[in-house]
């Protein structure tokens, strides 16, 4: 089946500790993005990158960096400069305008 | 700061009712986009608008994309209980990075048997 998968489902770090949290799509799509959501708000965007070896800071990058190496696989380090990290996190690709969202990773720090 | 306001925020309404929600924005919008979201899940899409004035349905659902492209609305029809969940809209406003969408805050909707 052709999706989008994130693990793990759920992660617990220490304060202070960086985490990377995993993305894979086997969709061929070009684009992928990170989002964080918490509580009552809508999606923010973390991270993006239209293609291999580029991608650009979304509207909230601060404490985040990522990576994309391959087509298939975009994760993203929540650094220990990130200073709320606990939230949910949210992976999408796309080929055209329509966004396509893998199940999200909670994360938890304390 | 937020460029898009959804509502209403939350719902509460009975089985076999219709719902309407609804985005606006000060922008103009190039494509508008709705989506599902489960708890603890990732939103799903519902439907995709791409032409101004355009009604597009998908089952119960008719979402359409505003005239003046600064509005888009979301009509469920007939109601379920697995409608429940919150129903975001997200949009690409016009000139900005391809890919980059704008979301709304989300309509939480309960349904009561």
């Known amino acids: 089946d052709g999706g989008i998968t994130q693990s793990p489902k759920y992660l617990f770090r220490k304060e202070g500790q960086n985490v990377t949290l995993s993305c894979e799509q086997n969709?061929?799509?070009?684009?992928m993005y990170w989002y964080r959501q918490d509580p009552g708000q809508g999606l923010r965007l973390i991270y993006y990158?239209?293609?291999?070896?580029?991608?650009q800071k979304g509207d909230i990058a601060e404490g985040y960096s990522v990576s994309r190496e391959k087509k298939e696989s975009f994760p993203l380090t929540v650094t220990s400069a990130q200073k709320n990290p606990t939230a949910f996190y949210l992976c999408?690709?796309?080929?055209?305008?329509?966004?396509?969202f893998g199940p999200g990773t909670r994360l938890t720090v304390t | 700061g937020q460029q898009l306001n959804q509502s209403p925020q939350s719902m509460f309404i009975q089985e076999g009712e219709d719902v309407s929600m609804n985005c606006t924005s000060s922008?103009?919008?190039?494509?508008w986009l709705w989506y599902k979201q489960d708890p603890g899940e990732g939103p799903v899409l519902l439907i995709a608008?791409?032409?101004?004035?355009e009604l597009t349905s998908n089952g119960r659902l008719t979402a359409q994309f505003g005239i003046t492209r600064k509005d888009s609305f979301l009509n469920i029809s007939a109601s379920i209980p697995s409608d429940v969940g919150i129903y975001f809209c997200a949009g690409r406003i016009s000139g900005t990075s391809y890919g980059k969408l704008t979301f709304g805050q989300g309509t939480i909707l309960t349904v009561h048997p």
């Open positions: 608008l791409y032409k101004a004035g």
């Open positions: 990158s239209q293609i291999v070896n580029d991608f």
């Open positions: 999408a690709s796309s080929r055209d305008y329509e966004q396509y």
């Open positions: 969709l061929n799509h070009d684009a």
């Open positions: 922008s103009i919008f190039n494509t």
